[in-house]
């Protein structure tokens, strides 16, 4: 995961203060309340491309021996298979 929680929160608190003082987000209650789903969301989401880049990573490992022997490159071939991964799941 690229971000830790706490950024996660920081960015959360941004974005909601942000919104409502655009005039984009009215609350009713607490932001706090807002805050959390807001987090929880993104959480979520930045699972999903842990969870993908480790399956990534995973059928990658077939080929560990052209990566090595400088045949293929890692980072191209990591990419390729992970948008086509996501093109499929509609991720």
Known sequence: MRLNKVRVHHMAV???ERLASGGLLQIQGKPE???QQLESAVMS???VED????EVREM???FEREF???RADYQ???TMVKKKLIKE???
Do not use: P, T
């Open 45 to 47: 989401e930045l699972q």
């Open 60 to 62: 990658l490992k077939q």
């Open 89 to 91: 799941r509609g991720i």
């Open 14 to 16: 941004s974005v909601v």
């Open 68 to 70: 090595a022997e400088g």
């Open 76 to 78: 191209k071939m990591f």
């Open 51 to 54: 969870r993908l880049n480790a």
């Open 33 to 35: 309340v807002v805050v």
